[in-house]
């Protein structure tokens, strides 16, 4: 027998490690993939970085002073301090808040992508010892799909199950004729999947589908979201008026009587109410292909023709999960599955509708939907929480109501912060307002792996491990294999894992036995298997022992019986079959929705609403370019952004901005200079990229370069490295769903003539020794 293969898992896929724990040690792409990811190649690279904390860290004036020096945080020198001094006092504050405060003023939402491994997931190892000491306060939804999760059961079924079932590429292969995409199926995002993936499915799905002749249309700001290997229609849209492109379309289809009425009694409630709106009875403004022409930016007869071959062809139509991260999110995938509806195609293998065909490697996949292991986070005795990017609103107001989901809460008054496996300086939106919000709490608690903003502006630093200085199971949803995760190479400098730091403070906090269990991070890894092995047998899946498991190589699931079809025994039987929304069917018109009465999401059908910013608004004299800040393609989100994949994309060391040929004319940028994008919230320098693959009036700046202010000090600086959060605003996609909105911003752009100040992004705080420990 060959010896087995070696092992790793990232977001950006199965990775082989030759020569693990020991010098020569190197990663290689996971043999049958596809189409690896070049992102998790650099890991080795990155994780002995200069960048690394190797050491527990304390900021000087918390160590000295205690919270009363809370508004120094971010502007002091750290101290590196012995592993059990910083557990001490990490403990004792966290006994003290929750005795003086009690567990809901402490916030571990800690809301972010962590590592892949389902073991040590740096969430459920926070949440898990949070619950084990009496709760804290958590967040809900998440900044990927803000709107989605709270709106869409409501109109036809949970986001996360809709993600599970899109049709899989090969039913669309074989029986789709036209793929309608609103902001692309993007290869550079499905790079990843939460877990990892072991098989890159979209770059070859892609270009089979083009090979099989199916027609693709992409509307979007930016047209690279959609590479087939051939030409296809680009629509070049103005940025969140897709809302106006689908509700015309719509017209145009019941206009001409092209809609499925059949389905539409069957399946749906609420089509009438949606008439009236789309025919103008409602507002008195036909929803027309001209009126959406004025709005979108895209010709008439364009959309005109295209509603036709919607109503003649089996045609799937996507919207990526950018389109929900604005200003009334709702609308855009609200009138989606309206527009699907009426083409009454839901539930065909060629048809229906997308959530985000790309955003992720999983969505598409052909294999077995099968439950995975799970850390148990124990039960949480605080009540309180916020959706997820309300966070400053509650660092600034606590008491203060605010509306979710037709109910009023409160802000709770948080006190302490801990945060694990995230990176709020990267995810948040108005990064300066976030800066002043962070010194209201009295402490901040972090374990990082590296000096990001985050760690920068915590008091305590814990230095973490990462996946390759650690074991775990690499299991992923919609994956063909599992496989055992092993350790690469020797912890970095005094790194541990966060299941130790936990550890550490359950052992002083006296819940060591709640939270380890008297197990060690191996015997985990094994309990969690079996546990696993046991309840999926169940199912009829049959894993074998543990043993076997852990000294062997990777261990193929069974494959599904049929292929995936969304909505597919809805559609066979709608009776036996119904959804879980109110009426069973898909809601059009939601009755719940409408009766919450907001203003910003009313009528309880899909709507034109203007959003607070963009190319229409009168905003735009002053700012007249919509900033785009999609996800980057060198990187997940912050993550890596110090490896050398990403830093070889960079311009003058800076993150680049796509601009238009017209648009950097008339400013005088050319490729390679150095620009300053503002807006009244902030600025930041970025390295300008000319190219036409952005339509005029945008401007594309991805997330993740490491928040780089020029100082700390929390007015308004310059950020030197190209943050886009540096200019987006802290504004909720609605009063419904609190959804993060970072892709409604304008800003105006142009040339830097001074001498840039260098980026410092990378480099560690006073007081912390670089390298050589
Ligand atoms: N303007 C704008 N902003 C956005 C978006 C946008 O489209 N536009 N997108 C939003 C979206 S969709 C998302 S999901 C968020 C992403 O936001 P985040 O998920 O917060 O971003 P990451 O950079 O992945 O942060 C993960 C952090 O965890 C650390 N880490 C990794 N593994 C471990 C571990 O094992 N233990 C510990 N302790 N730490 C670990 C990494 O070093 C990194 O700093 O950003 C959001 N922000
Ligand atoms: N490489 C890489 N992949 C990632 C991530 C990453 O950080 N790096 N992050 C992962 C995460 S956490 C998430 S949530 C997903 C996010 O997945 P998405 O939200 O789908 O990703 P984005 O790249 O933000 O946006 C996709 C495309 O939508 C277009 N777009 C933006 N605004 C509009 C609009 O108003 N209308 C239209 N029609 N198009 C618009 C953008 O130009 C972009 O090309 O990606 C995941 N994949
Ligand atoms: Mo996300």
Not at 310 to 319: L, P, Q, S, T, V
Not at 343 to 359: C, D, H, K, R, S
Not at 486 to 508: M, T
Not at 638 to 663: A, F, M, N, T, Y
Request: charged share 20%; with cysteine.
């Amino acid at each position: 027998m060959n010896h087995p293969k070696t092992l790793t898992a990232a977001h950006w896929g199965l990775y082989e490690i030759r020569d693990a724990m020991t010098a020569e040690v190197s990663i290689h792409p996971f043999a049958t993939d596809p189409s690896p990811s070049p992102i998790g190649l650099q890991m080795l690279e990155t994780a002995r970085s200069d960048s690394r904390v190797r050491r527990p860290a304390v900021r000087k004036g918390w160590l000295e002073n205690g919270p009363a020096s809370r508004g120094q945080r971010g502007l002091e020198p750290f101290v590196e301090v012995d592993w059990s001094v910083a557990l001490d006092l990490v403990a004792r504050e966290l006994g003290r808040v929750k005795q003086q405060h009690g567990n809901q003023a402490i916030f571990g939402g800690s809301y972010g992508w962590s590592s892949a491994g389902r073991f040590h997931h740096a969430q459920s190892q926070v949440h898990r010892f949070l619950n084990c000491i009496g709760g804290y306060v958590r967040h809900l939804n998440s900044y990927s799909l803000g709107v989605a999760h709270p709106l869409l059961p409501y109109l036809v079924a949970p986001i996360g199950e809709l993600m599970m079932t899109h049709n899989d590429w090969d039913s669309l292969i074989e029986h789709c004729e036209l793929f309608v995409t609103f902001g692309g199926v993007p290869a550079k995002n499905a790079q990843i999947s939460q877990g990892g993936t072991a098989e890159h499915r979209i770059p070859g799905a892609l270009a089979r589908m083009q090979r099989a002749g199916i027609k693709f249309v992409n509307i979007s700001p930016t047209r690279k979201d959609l590479e087939t290997g051939a030409d296809f229609e680009w629509w070049p849209i103005r940025p969140n008026t897709d809302t106006a492109l689908m509700l015309a379309l719509a017209y145009v289809l019941v206009e001409e009587g092209l809609h499925d009425t059949t389905f539409l009694a069957t399946y749906c409630v609420g089509f009438e109410v949606f008439r009236n709106y789309l025919l103008g009875q409602k507002d008195g403004v036909r929803k027309t292909p001209d009126w959406a022409g004025g709005i979108t930016g895209i010709d008439p007869e364009r959309i005109r023709s295209l509603a036709r071959e919607m109503g003649a062809k089996r045609c799937m139509i996507n919207a990526a999960w950018s389109l929900q991260r604005a200003h009334h999110g709702e609308q855009p995938y609200w009138a989606l599955i309206s527009l699907a509806a009426l083409v009454g195609q839901i539930g065909t293998p060629g048809g229906g509708f997308g959530v985000g065909y790309g955003a992720e490697n999983l969505l598409g996949s052909p294999h077995a939907r099968i439950s995975g292991p799970t850390l148990p986070q124990g039960s949480n005795a605080v009540d309180s929480f916020i959706p997820v990017a309300r966070i400053v609103d509650m660092l600034e107001s606590p008491g203060q109501p605010f509306t979710y989901s037709g109910k009023i809460h409160h802000y709770p008054d948080v006190k302490l912060v801990y945060w694990a496996g995230g990176n709020p300086f990267h995810h948040h939106q108005d990064l300066t307002r976030l800066v002043n919000a962070w010194r209201l709490p009295d402490s901040v608690f972090v374990n990082e792996q590296f000096w990001t903003p985050l760690a920068k502006m915590a008091d305590v630093v814990f230095p973490a491990t990462t996946a390759l200085e650690r074991e775990d199971i690499f299991f992923s949803p919609k994956e063909h294999l599992i496989a055992p995760m092993k350790q690469a190479i020797p912890r970095v400098g005094e790194a541990r894992d966060d299941y130790d730091i936990f550890r550490g403070l359950s052992d002083r906090l006296g819940v060591d036995a709640a939270f380890s269990e008297h197990r060690d991070a191996r015997q985990w890894i094994e309990h969690l298997y079996i546990d696993w092995r046991e309840r999926i047998a169940g199912d009829g899946v049959a894993l074998p022992d543990f043993e076997s498991f852990w000294h062997g190589e990777t261990v193929a699931l069974p494959k599904p019986s049929r292929p995936t079809v969304m909505l597919e025994a809805f559609r066979d039987d709608p009776l036996a079959h119904p959804l879980g929304t109110p009426s069973g069917k898909i809601e059009i018109y939601s009755a719940t929705v409408d009766g919450f009465g907001y203003a910003d999401c009313p009528g309880g059908h899909a709507t034109w609403l203007e959003p607070a910013e963009w190319l229409g608004s009168p905003l735009a004299t002053t700012y007249p370019l919509h900033l785009i800040s999609d996800q980057p393609s060198t990187r997940l989100h912050s993550q890596l952004d110090h490896g050398p994949l990403s830093r070889s994309q960079k311009i003058q060391g800076r993150e680049p901005v796509d601009i238009h040929p017209d648009d950097a004319d008339r400013r005088g940028i050319r490729t390679g200079d150095i620009v300053r994008l503002f807006n009244a919230r902030g600025s930041c320098l970025s390295g300008a990229n000319v190219t036409a693959n952005v339509v005029s009036g945008v401007v594309r700046l991805s997330t993740g370069a490491w928040f780089d202010p020029q100082d700390w000090s929390g007015n308004q600086v310059l950020e030197k490295h190209g943050n886009p959060n540096a200019l987006t605003a802290d504004l909720a996609a609605s009063s419904f769903s609190q959804g993060c909105a970072a892709q409604t911003c304008l800003v105006d752009i142009e040339k830097y003539l001074d001498a840039a100040p260098p980026v410092s992004a990378f480099d560690t705080p006073d007081g912390v020794a670089s390298l050589a420990t």
